[in-house]
């Protein structure tokens, strides 16, 4: 495991050295929990002339926060100045801005690193003639060793190791305008020295935050990457006047990452809420949804049933209607025929009864006829005595007397109406009136044979009452 994580930072510090200075703000992941303090610890001396002092750091790894030792750096290049890195709080959370090189010190976020940076610009320190001179009130260069130095008093701020920059309980500084102008510059990345040293301080456990507690054994080096020797400087414990603070400080940070948490379970916690209660809201929506659709349709399909109901009983009143329509036609039509073939028998009856009457009277008007000529042409009947002496009266004298005048003719009879009998009647035959007068037979004489008389017409035997009716010509 440590061999991996020791190639991850080796891979990483390669990284670094590749990308620009200016590209290191903001370079590491955003961190919830804020930078522990500080460490306090002595400067060790430095190697040799032409190094500069990096302080150290709080660096985050996969176990968190590690101490990263102060260590006496060989610069670059001549004339250029180390910027310190430093935490920063922004988008909820603490990101490290990466350190760099440069021809000034730029911002640093405020933080009192000190042995020169107090906070803002650098007075360890400055370069002069391609040499730098050192400010012995704050390097430890061992004594007469150094041609180069200088003494200026630097007040010291030795109350406040706050490590970040914004934040709960962070520093508030922000950068002036030449600052800001000059972190637009050109700068230079960390050298492999320095990232070495991070390399190594990665890997070693007594640098965690979590074992150490802010008093790494390890707290600077002379040389980059030396973590044993006479040149290894551990931490040392915070003056009594400022344990009380540390102390402070130290709660308030529990506090805080606390609050912190409880802010995180609550505001997780009413997400959380929010999520069921906009999915409760959701799922309801979805059943008031299905409900009213399934209302809608059961609202269509009744309002259809009805809708075909309606239809079919007006198509059913419409079919009765038009059937009594129909019926009423029929009906009226039948009626009319009924009338049309009762008044064409009546018709046809009248007709037949006109022509049975002018038969009947034709032939009525014939038998008259017949009669009034029989009548004419029949002898006078003579009396009952007149026969008696007729019989005894010769022939001769029979013959030689005159004629009988003509008998008077019958008075009419009165106009009998036919009777139309039915067809399937015959009509009942009757007989021929015999009259009773008869031509009177003369007497033969006895020696000679008298002449026969003619004998009278019968006069027609039929009757206009009983003739035949004809029967009615079927149609």
Same mark, same amino acid.
């Given at each position: 495991?440590? $061999?991996?994580?020791?190639?991850?930072?080796? +891979? +990483?510090?390669?990284?670094?050295?590749?990308?620009?200075?200016?590209?290191?703000?903001?370079?590491?992941?955003?961190?919830?929990?804020?930078?522990?303090?500080?460490?306090?610890?002595?400067?060790?001396?430095?190697p040799q002339e032409g190094y +500069?002092?990096?302080?150290?750091?709080?660096?985050?790894?996969?176990?968190?926060?590690?101490?990263?030792?102060?260590?006496?750096?060989? #610069?670059?290049?001549?004339?250029?100045?180390?910027?310190?890195?430093?935490?920063?709080?922004? @988008?909820?959370?603490?990101?490290?801005?990466?350190?760099?090189?440069?021809?000034?010190?730029?911002?640093?976020?405020?933080?009192?690193?000190g042995f020169g940076y107090g906070?803002?610009?650098?007075?360890?320190?400055?370069?002069? @003639?391609?040499?730098?001179?050192?400010?012995?009130?704050?390097?430890?260069?061992?004594?007469?060793?150094?041609?180069?130095?200088?003494?200026?008093?630097?007040?010291?701020? /030795? /109350?406040?190791?706050?490590?970040?920059?914004?934040?709960?309980?962070?520093?508030?500084?922000?950068p002036t305008a030449a600052e800001?102008?000059?972190?637009?510059?050109?700068?230079?990345? #960390? $050298?492999?020295?320095?990232?070495?040293?991070?390399?190594?301080?990665?890997?070693?456990?007594?640098?965690?935050?979590?074992?150490?507690?802010? =008093?790494?054994?390890?707290?600077?080096?002379?040389?980059?990457?030396?973590?044993?020797?006479?040149?290894?400087?551990?931490?040392?414990?915070?003056?009594?006047?400022?344990?009380?603070?540390?102390?402070?400080?130290?709660?308030?940070? *529990?506090?805080?990452?606390?609050?912190?948490?409880?802010?995180?379970?609550?505001?997780?916690?009413?997400?959380?809420?929010?999520?069921?209660? =906009?999915?409760?809201?959701?799922?309801?929506?979805?059943?008031?949804?299905?409900?009213?659709?399934?209302?809608?349709? =059961?609202?269509?399909?009744?309002?259809? $049933?009805?809708? =075909?109901?309606?239809?079919?009983?007006?198509?059913?009143?419409?079919?009765?209607?038009?059937?009594?329509?129909?019926?009423?036609?029929?009906?009226?039509?039948?009626?009319?025929?009924?009338?049309?073939? @009762?008044?064409? *028998?009546?018709?046809?009856?009248?007709? /037949?009864?006109?022509?049975?009457?002018?038969?009947?009277?034709?032939?009525? $008007?014939?038998?008259?006829?017949?009669?009034?000529?029989?009548?004419?042409?029949?002898? *006078?009947?003579?009396?009952? *005595?007149?026969?008696?002496?007729?019989?005894?009266?010769?022939?001769?004298?029979?013959?030689?007397?005159?004629?009988?005048?003509?008998?008077?003719?019958?008075?009419?009879?009165?106009?009998?109406?036919?009777?139309?009998?039915? #067809?399937?009647?015959?009509?009942?035959?009757?007989?021929?009136?015999?009259?009773?007068?008869?031509?009177?037979?003369?007497?033969?004489?006895?020696?000679?044979?008298?002449?026969?008389?003619?004998?009278?017409?019968?006069?027609?035997?039929?009757?206009?009452?009983?003739?035949? #009716?004809?029967?009615?010509?079927?149609?």
């Amino acid at each position: 495991m440590r $061999t991996l994580r020791s190639i991850r930072y080796f +891979l +990483l510090a390669l990284v670094m050295l590749a990308i620009p200075a200016t590209a290191h703000a903001q370079f590491s992941a955003s961190i919830s929990v804020a930078p522990p303090e500080l460490v306090v610890y002595s400067q060790p001396i430095c190697p040799q002339e032409g190094y +500069l002092w990096t302080p150290g750091y709080w660096a985050y790894g996969d176990e968190g926060y590690f101490w990263v030792p102060g260590t006496w750096v060989e #610069p670059p290049t001549v004339g250029y100045l180390w910027t310190p890195g430093y935490w920063g709080w922004g @988008n909820e959370g603490y990101a490290w801005n990466g350190g760099y090189w440069g021809t000034e010190v730029g911002f640093y976020g405020g933080v009192n690193y000190g042995f020169g940076y107090g906070g803002s610009g650098y007075e360890g320190g400055y370069w002069r @003639n391609n040499q730098f001179s050192y400010n012995t009130y704050v390097n430890n260069v061992g004594g007469e060793r150094f041609r180069n130095t200088y003494n200026k008093t630097v007040v010291v701020n /030795t /109350t406040n190791y706050v490590s970040y920059n914004g934040g709960s309980g962070g520093i508030t500084a922000r950068p002036t305008a030449a600052e800001e102008s000059f972190a637009r510059g050109h700068h230079t990345s #960390p $050298t492999a020295a320095q990232s070495g040293q991070r390399e190594v301080a990665s890997k070693n456990r007594e640098m965690l935050a979590s074992v150490n507690h802010g =008093r790494p054994a390890i707290a600077a080096t002379s040389k980059p990457g030396e973590f044993s020797g006479k040149g290894v400087v551990a931490a040392r414990e915070v003056p009594a006047e400022h344990r009380t603070t540390e102390n402070k400080a130290e709660e308030n940070k *529990a506090a805080e990452r606390k609050t912190s948490e409880n802010k995180a379970d609550e505001n997780k916690a009413a997400e959380t809420k929010a999520t069921e209660n =906009r999915a409760e809201e959701n799922k309801a929506a979805e059943r008031k949804t299905s409900e009213n659709k399934a209302e809608a349709n =059961r609202t269509a399909e009744t309002k259809a $049933t009805e809708n =075909r109901a309606e239809e079919s009983k007006a198509a059913e009143r419409k079919t009765s209607e038009n059937k009594t329509a129909e019926n009423k036609g029929n009906a009226t039509r039948a009626a009319e025929t009924k009338t049309t073939e @009762n008044r064409a *028998a009546e018709n046809r009856a009248a007709e /037949t009864k006109a022509t049975e009457n002018k038969a009947a009277a034709s032939r009525e $008007t014939a038998s008259r006829a017949s009669e009034n000529k029989a009548a004419e042409k029949k002898p *006078a009947a003579k009396p009952a *005595a007149n026969t008696e002496h007729a019989r005894a009266t010769p022939a001769a004298h029979s013959a030689t007397r005159p004629a009988q005048p003509a008998a008077k003719p019958e008075p009419a009879r009165p106009e009998v109406k036919p009777v139309v009998a039915k #067809p399937s009647e015959k009509p009942e035959h009757q007989a021929t009136p015999a009259h009773t007068e008869s031509a009177p037979k003369a007497a033969a004489p006895q020696h000679q044979a008298a002449p026969k008389t003619a004998a009278a017409p019968k006069p027609q035997a039929e009757h206009p009452s009983e003739a035949k #009716p004809k029967k009615p010509e079927s149609r």
